[in-house]
């Protein structure tokens, strides 16, 4: 009997590439698939925080360099530059923000925030990157500057929060 999914559907949970490079099923949702797939990428920080800081670098720097695989196998697939259904960017990028983050919930939620806020508006140089680098390199690439703004801002309000909690 043949699927009743539509072909990108069927894609997405019948090929690894698709499913990783989707977010496990994130970038199939018709609004904000790049804030869902975000969402996933809480999810999983949420079992991978815990790592030593090493195995942390370890893991989201393996995480990059198979993400740019796989963004660019995607999207040549699916002959689309930069498809918006491809979240698996987002999920690293968040990862990257929250590289020695403080443990308590709403570092989550500041992290998550400032780097959706990065990443949708693009300021310089991420809007350059988005639109100057190809490939699944270029796929990645803004969402981790995105990522890097976010983590200094992260930490810029973390420092002020300890200054001020320690002067008050």
């Known amino acids: 009997m043949q699927s009743e999914l539509p072909p990108l559907s069927r894609k997405v949970w019948t090929r690894p590439d698709y499913l990783l490079a989707f977010g496990f099923g994130a970038g199939l949702s018709p609004k904000a698939p790049g804030t869902m797939g975000t969402l996933v990428g809480v999810l999983i920080y949420l079992l991978i925080r815990e790592l030593a800081l090493p195995?942390?670098?370890?893991?989201?720097?393996?995480?990059?360099?198979?993400?740019?695989y796989l963004c660019e196998r995607v999207s040549k697939d699916m002959d689309e530059a930069d498809p918006g259904g491809i979240v698996l960017d987002e999920m690293v990028g968040?990862?990257?923000?929250?590289?020695?983050?403080?443990?308590?919930?709403?570092w989550i939620l500041i992290?998550?925030?400032?780097?959706?806020?990065?990443?949708?508006?693009?300021?310089?140089?991420?809007?350059w990157l988005d639109k100057n680098v190809n490939g699944g390199?270029?796929?990645?690439?803004?969402?981790?500057?995105?990522?890097?703004?976010?983590?200094?801002?992260?930490?810029?309000?973390?420092?002020?929060?300890?200054t001020w909690w320690s002067t008050g």
Do not use: Q, S, T
């Open 137 to 162: 390199l270029g796929i990645m690439l803004d969402d981790v500057a995105a990522a890097v703004m976010a983590w200094v801002c992260l930490n810029l309000i973390n420092a002020g929060l300890m």
């Open 94 to 106: 968040y990862w990257i923000v929250m590289i020695a983050a403080p443990a308590a919930w709403y």
């Open 55 to 68: 195995l942390y670098l370890l893991f989201v720097a393996a995480c990059f360099i198979l993400a740019v």
């Open 111 to 127: 992290g998550f925030l400032l780097f959706r806020v990065a990443d949708i508006y693009k300021p310089w140089p991420i809007v």
